[in-house]
């Protein structure tokens, strides 16, 4: 029920057309080639939640504190450690609170040539937050991110994928140049903002390439969706396979504190390799793919 009291199917069509038009896929920025003539472009990235996954709810878990810990102690290191064997870059979605409470391990991200992008400051959800809040929070975050880093980021993944009415308008008022939270689309397309186009590219996100869905556990919640890792593998494999024969990008969002246990890396480990044994992928940050597919645009 909408605020006013109405139903959905007693809007007038002003309002119902008003939210659709809000954000909305634009113009598609699909390149004919990636850099170096290559066929498909591999855009690998890490969300570092870690305690924030915890702290956003007001939770107060040592235990689910302690998951979130693995993420800096143990995740972090062994992704880094994996990503510099292979000479791959990719790109890390930190929370604000997460890189105060581990400034070095942001600066060991930077150092190792990795993009950092925010990730909101708490974790938070923005579709609840009034938009001044939002907006605060949000340049804080990229306040922060510079502080620690040296490097201010130019892309954004809402937390969640939670992108509210407000994030795109607010976006263009901070600078950024991409998102990637959003899944009109497979390839990457300029965001439209009330029908006017933002210059903002999406570099699409989406859960079917997303490990949590397929690892997270909360025993507090229920919440106990177990899928082998073979599985996965076999779902992201093919995902890269048909970006690949299609000549696009194959995007994957992952986090420290899931998919960088000894039974579940080793999916990352196979998946560069599969797709370098392709022999024409182009390895690359989200920021440089949407600086790419921006510039490059096929029509």
Known sequence: MSANGSEPWQWPEQQWRALVERCRAGRALKPKTWRGGARCAVALSFDSDHETSELREGGRSIGRLAWGQFGNRV???????????????????????????????????????????????????????????????????????????????YGLRCPSADFSENTLALMSELGLEYDSSLSADEDCYELVLNGTPTGIVEVPFEWVRDDAVYFMMNRAQGLRPYTPPTDVLDIFRRELDAAHAEGGLFELTMHPHIIAYRSRIWIVDELIRHAKSLGDVWFATHGEIARFARDNAAG
């Open 75 to 153: 995740g972090i290191p062994r992704i880094l450690s994996l990503l510099e064997r292979h000479d791959v870059r990719a790109s890390f979605y930190v929370p604000a609170v997460v890189a105060l409470l581990h400034p070095e391990e942001q600066r060991q991200i930077v150092g190792a040539g990795h993009e950092i992008g925010i990730h909101g400051w708490i974790h938070e959800l923005n579709s609840i937050l009034p938009e001044a809040d939002e907006r605060d929070l949000m340049r804080r975050s990229l306040d922060t991110i510079e502080q620690i880093t040296g490097a201010r980021p």
